[in-house]
């Protein structure tokens, strides 16, 4: 049943910006002096604090469509240690509006003949599309540093 997969997807998502808040909170700034490693970047964590720092905490809300943004988002809230309240209610609606939106586009056009066909384009076209946003802050904020150097 679609809808219970929703509910049961938008809980997970809910409770794993809880678990990377928490995580961050603890693990405070020790994260930006770790070492880049085979997951982790210091790089992909400088571009969501840029993200974050000009979007606030429509970051979480946003941050849930994009790849890299999505995972360090709680996090760095919790670095910063932001209100938890606040932070919860980011965190709701984002899931509220990215689990919904995705699993029912995909559940009503996965009925369309051509979308069946074309599948492994579309999804190729969606990574692509949704790595743009990434791709450009990465590159603003690299000019950012060698300008400020």
Request: glycine share 8%; no cysteine; hydrophobic share 50%.
């Given at each position: 049943?679609?809808?219970?997969?929703?509910?049961?997807?938008?809980?997970?998502?809910?409770?794993?910006?809880?678990?990377?808040?928490?995580?961050?909170?603890?693990?405070?700034?020790?994260?930006?002096?770790?070492?880049?490693?085979?997951?982790?970047?210091?790089?992909?964590?400088e571009?969501?604090?840029?993200?974050?720092?000009?979007?606030?905490?429509?970051?979480?809300?946003?941050g849930?469509?994009?790849?890299?943004?999505?995972?360090?988002?709680?996090?760095l809230?919790?670095?910063?240690?932001?209100?938890?309240?606040?932070?919860?209610?980011?965190?709701?609606?984002?899931?509220?509006?990215?689990?919904?939106?995705?699993?029912?586009?995909?559940?009503?056009?996965?009925?369309?003949?051509?979308?069946?066909?074309?599948?492994?384009?579309?999804?190729?076209?969606?990574?692509?599309?949704?790595?743009?946003?990434?791709?450009?802050?990465?590159?603003?904020?690299?000019?950012?540093?060698?300008?400020?150097?």
């Amino acid at each position: 049943e679609i809808y219970t997969l929703i509910l049961s997807m938008s809980a997970a998502a809910i409770i794993g910006n809880i678990t990377g808040y928490y995580f961050g909170k603890k693990m405070g700034t020790a994260l930006f002096t770790k070492n880049d490693n085979i997951i982790f970047k210091k790089r992909y964590l400088e571009m969501t604090r840029a993200f974050y720092e000009r979007h606030g905490g429509k970051s979480l809300i946003l941050g849930r469509f994009l790849p890299i943004i999505r995972t360090f988002a709680p996090i760095l809230a919790g670095v910063i240690k932001m209100d938890f309240k606040k932070f919860m209610g980011y965190n709701v609606i984002g899931a509220l509006l990215w689990i919904p939106s995705l699993s029912l586009l995909g559940f009503f056009l996965g009925e369309i003949s051509w979308v069946q066909n074309n599948l492994e384009w579309i999804v190729i076209f969606l990574v692509i599309v949704t790595m743009i946003p990434v791709i450009s802050t990465f590159r603003k904020e690299k000019a950012l540093h060698k300008a400020g150097e």
